[in-house]
């Protein structure tokens, strides 16, 4: 049964406090990629929490963050620096600490989302219905994963995407999938800067297994979504020399894109 | 004829030199977009350049930068915070002011880069011989245009992406060019950075003109180019809500990816 954002799992795992005016966040164990190595989407929610507390305006539309190294659960401080702030937009830097060493650093638009019909938009992906694609919760992510995100995001993949599960990967490093919050609360732009980052590296499906370390992640939020399923897609450009690029695009249940993300990794070792 | 990178137009023009520990740079008002208004990749070069002075690291792979507000010319200072560093990698955050408020923040990612062939590429798209095509030094850029930068960067548009020029937009929001600096000088990983915002902005050819300011722009430089002309493409996804992105692919004369971006701008007035 649907929950309201207040009490979902999503949400009281980002959650943001405040504390004689600092400002902190207890990162959940649970949100991991891998042993004790939190994922990196969930950590960018983190840093856009705080960087709407103190701005004009309610939601993230752009996300540029540097991962400086990989974070573990426990409590980090979060530092934001305004920049300049206008009617339409506002500029600000956070810095998320664990406590005293700088794990993130973000570079935050804030803006005021609408859900308008877009004025020119690029097609939707067909993919099989939900009830036809591979829940990621059952396939296997190779040797030695421990992924317990999976537990809190409901991925379900495109079976044409999901070849490397059964020991035949497609050879196109494309992923796509039905994304939603395992617990049923409904997507906001934070759950969108999460999904902009979840699916399995899609390297995978060109055989290259194991953790694909970001080194910088752009997401843009570009509308508020619509409640149920999004459909996610990521898709790698180049593989050269050690380093990775990844795409995602999210559509909501309507077929609107509602965020796309960019990101330099490091090839699995 | 060609000349080195130290005499190049484009390397005085973005210079960054040291003055008693401290990074200046005078912008020059030449490499303008429109009246008074610096074009936001020769910006970025220049926060560039400034990175790499204090790194371990000779070449930027990922700029993630905020246009805070519009630069125009004149003498620039360069903080740079240094993030973590390794043998691989490092990070920093450069802050380009103008002299006291800040204009642009960066977050940089150094590295050193190779030209190894790819192990997975995207396919080159085929567009016409570079004499086919259209300099938009002749091509009209529409009312009250002053684009100083199509002076310093030689841009040849594929004619069926410059319809707009001849007042008939292809309709399809896509740019598509060969790039080289109007000098001969040999691209750089910081001319890169450049050439991933060079071209008029995309939605020009769905007939949306006038100026896009950007919000946000990410570039990721992928390997050192081979002389010659680059290829480069920009697409627009979306245009919703008074915002629109932009996505830039460029080759080197190989048929190389060399650099991508992605940028949040906003729709034009």
Redesign the interface.
Known sequence: MPQDDATSQFARASAVRTEDGALFADLDGGWNVGPGVLNGGYLLAVAARAAVIGSPHPHP??L???Y??ATGPGEVELFVTP??AGR??A?S?VLLADPDT?NL?V?V?TAT??D???????PVPSIPPVDDCLPTRTASEGPGSEVGIREFVDVRLDPSTAGWARGAPSGD?VMRGWVRLADGAPADPFALALFADVLPPS?WS?GMFGWTPT??L?V?V??LPAPGWCLVEAR????????I?EDY?VWDSTGR?VA?S?Q?A?TPR
């Open positions: 539309v752009a540029s963050a540097s400086l190294r920049g300049t339409t937009l500029h830097q700088p650093s570079q638009t989302l609408g308008t019909a877009a004025d020119h938009a690029v490093p390297v060109i080194v910088q752009q843009l570009r509308a790698t450009n180049e593989v050269a020399g050690g380093w690029d695009r894109l796309q960019r330099l490091r």
